[in-house]
């Protein structure tokens, strides 16, 4: 089974609309972390935000949050206000288990910005 | 300097060649990663080193060869290397003992095998 599953291939929206991004995790770990990246064409893995399954509350920066849903094992990103440089791959990945340096990606989306 | 360094950004070889890549951190980080980015595939991870010893070989086979000299630097040798071999190289780098903390990535090497 998947341990992450990103179900957008590709998504286009307009610029300063605010997008979503979906996610869903697979884990029996109490103990994980999620994690967003942003991949543009230069191929660069950017980290944007991270997600603690203990955090009580949603992880924000800057223009970015995550929706985090642990009943539902989802982690959405969300993009406030899109701008044309948001253009990019984004993956999700998840860490399980405490202090364990493994990452597991999903296939990402790519996200496609109009002016 | 920008955090984590990769060189070559292209590379182009042949299956009877033999070539390294090569990644720096600059970050001060103990662990350090090689990810393997196929078209159309999530990232896979190759191999993960902390305090220079190799923590994880993720089923790689061994036409790949890491080496960490020390916790700055990482190599990965290539040799008889396959077509399906090219993809996008990604070297990471992360603080050890941490907890659940991000990983530094460089831009990558683009390696084609003809």
């Known amino acids: 089974a998947q341990k992450i599953t990103q179900t957008q291939p590709g998504m286009f929206v307009q610029e300063k609309e605010a997008v979503t991004l979906d996610c869903t995790y697979d884990?029996?770990?109490?103990?994980?972390?999620l994690f967003w990246y942003k991949q543009p064409s230069s191929g660069e893995m950017i980290f944007l935000i991270y997600q603690g399954s203990y955090d009580e509350q949603n992880a924000t920066e800057g223009r970015y949050s995550l929706n985090f849903q642990k009943a539902r094992k989802s982690a959405n990103l969300v993009i406030s206000a899109s701008q044309l440089g948001d253009s990019a791959m984004y993956f999700c990945a998840m860490r399980e288990g405490f202090g364990n340096e493994k990452l597991t990606f999903g296939t990402g989306t790519r996200l496609t910005i109009i002016p | 300097e920008t955090g984590v360094t990769q060189t070559p950004r292209h590379l182009v070889m042949g299956m009877t060649n033999k070539k390294s890549l090569k990644c720096e951190q600059h970050?001060?980080?103990?662990?350090m990663y090689w990810y393997k980015q196929s078209a159309k595939k999530p990232l896979e991870l190759m191999f993960v080193y902390n305090f220079k010893e190799q923590t994880e070989n993720n089923s790689v086979p061994s036409r790949f060869s890491p080496e960490c000299p020390n916790s700055s630097h990482l190599f990965l040798h290539l040799h008889t290397l396959q077509p399906e071999d090219s993809a996008l190289y990604l070297c990471a780098s992360s603080p050890r003992g941490e907890g659940l903390k991000e990983q530094y990535f460089g831009p990558g090497t683009r390696l084609t095998v003809t």
């Open positions: 884990t029996s770990d109490q103990s994980y972390g």
């Open positions: 970050l001060g980080h103990n662990a």
